[in-house]
Nanobody
Framework: QVQLVESGGGLVQIGDSVRLACEVS????????VGWFRQNSEKEREFLAA????????DYADFMEGRSNIYKDTSKNTAFLQIDGLKVEDTATYYC?????????????????WGQGTQVTVSS
């Protein structure tokens, strides 16, 4: 099993940037993809971005293209998601998740282990 702990959330202003971190521990050898998702009271959990843990390769939801960057530091077993130009509608709980399937994509069901989430609140 893999454990994931998110950090970096908080109260930010419109237009700010936020860098979220996801520390991965446990059987990291089984981790092939780390993804970021978010959920608020109005929407189901939605995919934001994912990075392949071994080798390269990133994937972004269309609405995240151009305003976010996902990357990893495998020496620290940590994945990061930076989001720029924050909007009020970005307010949500942000989750990272790990998939044992190398082909995992954008679906919540493809991910095996989840963190507890970190809250990002964008204030106007």
């Amino acid at each position: 099993q893999v454990q994931l702990v998110e950090s970096g959330g908080g109260l930010v202003q419109i237009g700010d940037s936020v860098r979220l971190a996801c520390e991965v521990s446990g059987r990291t050898v089984d981790t092939w993809v780390v993804g970021w998702f978010r959920q608020n009271s109005e929407k189901e959990r939605e995919f934001l971005a994912a990075v392949r843990w071994y080798g390269g390769g990133e994937d972004y939801a269309d609405f995240m293209e151009g305003r976010s960057n996902i990357y990893k530091d495998t020496s620290k077993n940590t994945a990061f998601l930076q989001i720029d130009g924050l909007k009020v509608e970005d307010t949500a709980t942000y989750y990272c998740a790990a998939a044992r399937n190398p082909g995992a994509g954008r679906s919540v069901s493809e991910y095996d282990d989840w963190g507890q989430g970190t809250q990002v609140t964008v204030s106007s």
